[in-house]
Structure formats: structure tokens, C-alpha cells
């Protein structure tokens, strides 16, 4: 089916660990973004990118790295993951911001740092 | 800089009732609005959004919004919740994509519970 999906969709780990969270999206959609979801914040973005090899930082990107190799593909990195980045984790796609599209969510990834 | 106020965390409303749920808003510029509904372990699922217009909007699952300059506000609003309402409502702001105005700022989130 085409859509953005996420993996893994739970995921636990340790403080200093580096994880690294997928996203893939089918529609070619040219904007991607990560959020994440906290209690009391609502989304806050973390990165975004307007195509491959073109990225730039969100509202709070600290202690996150993103790629872009392929369009369909928007992985995001914790290098060394801290408990504070305990959280859902939500990517987003959007074919074009010329009149502000909808952007698409994806399922979301649970992550715990213990 | 922009931002979403969603004054209530937490609403009850017994089925069949009416719904409505607060968002003020602050954007420096006409703003594009938008409502998603996130049901429990679920991504987000776009309810409505107003770019320009009519400043009633109508929306799926028999929702509607209406946006109101002088009040900065985009309220959400259903006739008759049904039980699968139950759900996290989220409002969001933007605007055009021009320079480095691409953000989407969302509030903090309402939950809603459904009672028999």
C-alpha cells in the first residue's frame, strides 16, 4: 500500500546508545519532516527536509542528526541518546508547500531511553 | 513568531452531545489553519484546514471550524459526538512557504472522552 510508514514502531534503549529511527514515504513527496510528540508540547519539529541532500533544523534538533540520500527515505539518528529524548516520534510528508499542502503523518515511533 | 493556543486539556462530553474545542492562534500574517484528530496509538489524520474564503469549513466525520480574524481564534465544532470521537484534537498554524516559513506550530493538544 502506498503511504508513510515508520520503523520500528517501539523501540527501548540506553542512555549513550545510538539509534536511529526510518521513515519511508511512496507518494515522492518532495517535503519531509520529523516531530516530536510530548505531553503539554503538543508537536515540535525537529528537522525537516525540502528534498535529497537538502535538510534544515526545526524548533529543537539538538542531540538528532537526519539524512536524505533518496527521496522516499528520511531517517533520523540519535547519536547518543538521553532519556530526555524518551518520546513519540512522528514523520511527516508533504508533495509541495507552494499553497501550504496537508502534510501526511506517519503511524509514529515510541522510544524509551532508560 | 507563530503560535497555537489550545486553551482545554482535557473535555468530556457525554454522546450525542455537541462538541467544541478552543484554538487561538498567533501568526503575523494570514494564516492557514488546520485541525488533526489523533486517535489512541495512531498517527495524525487531518479533520479540516482553511486557507482562504468562506470562514466556515466543514471537514470530515461531520466537523467544522470557523475562523475568526478579530478573535485570532479557529474553533472546532461537532453537532452530535459519537463514542469513536474519543480521540487527541490538535490545531495547528503556517503559512506560505516562503524563505524559511515552513514550520506547522501545534498546540498543545484537547482530549476528548466520550461518555454513554
Known amino acids: 500500500d502506498a503511504g508513510i510508514t515508520q520503523s520500528p514502531r517501539y523501540k527501548i534503549t540506553e542512555t549513550g546508545r545510538q539509534v536511529t529511527l526510518m521513515c519511508h514515504q511512496t507518494?515522492?513527496?518532495?517535503?519531509m519532516f520529523w516531530y516530536r510528540q510530548d505531553l503539554g508540547h503538543g508537536l515540535r519539529l525537529i528537522y525537516y527536509?525540502?528534498?535529497?541532500?537538502?535538510?534544515d533544523k526545526g524548533e529543537v534538533p539538538d542531540g538528532y542528526v537526519v539524512s536524505r540520500s533518496k527521496t522516499e527515505n528520511f531517517p533520523l539518528t540519535l547519536e547518543s541518546a538521553t532519556r530526555s529524548q524518551t518520546s513519540v516520534y512522528f514523520c511527516?510528508?508533504?508533495?509541495?508547500?507552494?499553497?501550504?499542502?496537508?502534510?501526511?503523518f506517519g503511524p509514529g515511533t515510541r522510544l524509551t531511553v532508560l | 513568531a507563530q503560535s497555537v493556543t489550545q486553551p482545554d486539556i482535557h473535555i468530556t462530553v457525554s454522546e450525542g452531545a455537541s462538541l467544541e474545542l478552543r484554538c487561538n492562534y498567533s501568526?503575523?500574517?494570514?494564516?492557514?489553519l488546520f485541525w488533526y484528530v489523533q486517535s489512541p496509538g495512531q498517527g495524525l489524520q487531518l479533520l479540516l484546514k482553511?486557507?482562504?474564503?468562506?470562514?466556515l469549513v466543514q471537514g470530515i466525520k461531520g466537523f467544522e471550524a470557523e475562523f475568526k480574524r478579530s478573535q485570532s481564534s479557529f474553533n472546532l465544532r461537532k453537532p452530535s459526538v459519537h463514542w469513536s470521537d474519543a480521540a487527541e484534537y490538535f490545531c495547528?498554524?503556517?503559512?506560505?512557504?516562503?524563505?524559511?516559513?515552513?514550520?506547522?506550530?501545534f498546540g498543545a493538544g484537547t482530549t476528548v472522552t466520550v461518555r454513554a
Open positions: 511527516a510528508s508533504t508533495l509541495t508547500l507552494i499553497s501550504y499542502n496537508e502534510q501526511f
Open positions: 501568526y503575523g500574517a494570514t494564516p492557514y
Open positions: 495547528a498554524v503556517g503559512g506560505r512557504f516562503v524563505s524559511n516559513d515552513y514550520k506547522l506550530s
Open positions: 482553511y486557507f482562504s474564503g468562506d470562514t
Open positions: 527536509s525540502a528534498a535529497a541532500d537538502i535538510t
Open positions: 507518494w515522492s513527496h518532495s517535503y
